[in-house]
């Protein structure tokens, strides 16, 4: 059974920096696209960033771009999130989504696979 495992949150000052981690129980060839989503209290999970796993290629979105960083390690199976400058409005938890099946990058029902989830604090 397939199992990405966040790690990562935590709770930083506005401009500060975190490195979020998804490890995935299986190869990540195994599927075309990872990517990273998140959700705040009250609103609908967004998609932030995504990788294409064989090209390496990758997509932002506009509230994130120049800020963060979607990377990928092959041989440690896991994909990550560098965030820099985050701000108040980046609170959420996040999570991590593998297998892309269908519709747009940020369109969450697409995904076959999620992550449980890491909660990300930034205070003003």
């Known amino acids: 059974q397939v199992q990405l495992v966040e790690s990562g949150g935590g709770s930083v000052q506005a401009g500060g920096s975190l490195r979020l981690s998804c490890a995935a129980s299986?190869?990540?060839?195994?599927?075309?696209?990872m990517g990273w989503f998140r959700q705040a209290p009250g609103k609908e999970r967004e998609g932030v960033a995504v990788?294409?796993?064989?090209?390496?290629?990758?997509t932002y979105a506009d509230s994130v771009k120049g800020r963060f960083t979607i990377s990928q390690d092959t041989a440690k199976n896991t994909v990550y999130l560098q965030m820099n400058s985050l701000k108040p409005e980046d609170t959420a938890m996040y999570y991590c989504?593998?297998?892309?099946?269908?519709?747009?990058?940020?369109?969450?029902?697409?995904?076959?696979?999620w992550g449980q989830g890491t909660q990300v604090t930034v205070s003003s």
């Open positions: 990788i294409y796993i064989r090209g390496g290629s990758t």
């Open positions: 299986g190869y990540l060839y195994a599927w075309n696209f």
């Open positions: 989504a593998a297998d892309l099946r269908h519709g747009r990058w940020d369109d969450a029902t697409g995904y076959n696979y």
